[in-house]
């Protein structure tokens, strides 16, 4: 059974800086990519940026040169560095792992940019 946790979330004020993580459990050998997703209050999940196989990382247009995403293979943990935050940011962060041709999903973490 994979099971996917994310945590890191919080209050942040504009310009700053929050790390999320997402611990996975469950064997996820031959896993396809891990992902981040957000949903801000009233609106749509949108996809944030995504980590292959082999460390390869793609952002989406709004947070690109500000997120980056990393992976701890041994601690089965992936992150996501966010900086210079700002108000459009805030939502729930989701994180995902397609595996075996099933997408799995985690919880969620609510990040909230705010002065």
């Known amino acids: 059974q994979v099971q996917l946790v994310e945590s890191g979330g919080g209050l942040v004020q504009p310009g700053g800086s929050l790390r999320l993580s997402c611990t996975i459990s469950g064997s996820i050998h031959g896993f396809t990519s891990m992902a981040w997703y957000r949903q801000a209050p009233g609106k749509q999940r949108d996809y944030v940026g995504v980590i292959d196989t082999i460390g390869g990382t793609h952002f989406a247009d709004a947070v690109q040169g500000r997120f980056t995403i990393s992976r701890d293979t041994v601690k089965n943990t992936m992150y996501l560095q966010m900086n210079n935050l700002n108000p459009d940011d805030t939502g729930i962060y989701y994180c995902?792992?397609?595996?075996?041709?099933?997408?799995?999903w985690g919880q969620g973490t609510q990040v909230t940019v705010s002065s």
């Open positions: 995902n792992i397609a595996f075996n041709s099933v997408l799995y």
